[in-house]
């Protein structure tokens, strides 16, 4: 086990506290898109979007992450008004079935107050509070939790162009302490926030896995380490498959995710990963 890993920390939201560090959390992704790259819009519709949470929910999931904008590569934007109508209706359904806290994987200071008004009380903005000014003041005065992501460049082009870094982890590292800073100082308290890598968002494959094994290192910012790496497509470089076929691969790149000090695994099949996560704890604290 990383000997960095930081034992115990508070993440909280808007309506509760989540002790971090006694098991690995699970966040459950539910994508409201018809453009998804895992499940190709499988969950588009409200009422089986809502069925997938509540699945989720009874196999184990901690947390549950809706999304109504995809962040693939190549992916486009889409208005404000169109993410709310796909996300809306399912947090207001979700809230209604499970007590587990709700994520709204947004940009957009609009949709994350919507959201949060409707039931959600966790953002995770994987542009850092740095799409939209607005953003930042919506997080303070609601008193949400919020995930920083690093990115760079926006989902249409982050995978184009040389994805090289100077120093991979420090560039990070770097680039997250100056978000929590700047979150800080628009009145985001410390314990509010969660740090996420962005495995996946302008990296190559061979980086996305040095990230997977320094993972500790992120422990310098003292805050919970958030890492989604199921089904991507740095797993199908490896394994082969579609990512529907990358679950063995996911299997493997969450349990070394674990084993390197990740604190909450973001993950499209909660019931497998579920156990994953369970032997990985198990291993890591023997």
Known sequence: MNEMTVSHLLFRTSRREIVIGERTLIMGIINATPDSFSDGGRYASPQKAIEEGVRMAEDGADILDIGGESTRPGSDAVSAEEELRRVLPVILGLAAKVAI????????????????????????DVS???????????????????????????????????????????????????????????????????VDPGIGFGKNADDNMRLIRHLGEFNRLGRPILVGVSRKAFIGKVTGGLPAERIAGTAAAVTMSILGGAHIVRVHDVSIMKKVALMADAISRS
């Open 128 to 194: 850092s509070l740095k799409y939209d000014s607005k953003m930042a003041s919506a997080i303070a005065a609601s008193g949400a939790g919020l995930v920083l992501m690093h990115m760079r460049g926006m989902p249409k082009v982050m995978q184009q162009g040389d994805l090289t870094y100077p120093s991979l982890i420090d560039d990070i590292a770097g680039f997250l302490e100056e978000r929590l800073a700047a979150a800080r100082l628009a009145g985001i308290d410390f314990t509010q926030m969660a």
């Open 101 to 124: 806290p709700l994520s709204i994987d947004t940009m957009k200071a609009e949709v994350a107050e919507e959201a949060l008004k409707a039931g959600a009380e966790i953002v995770n």
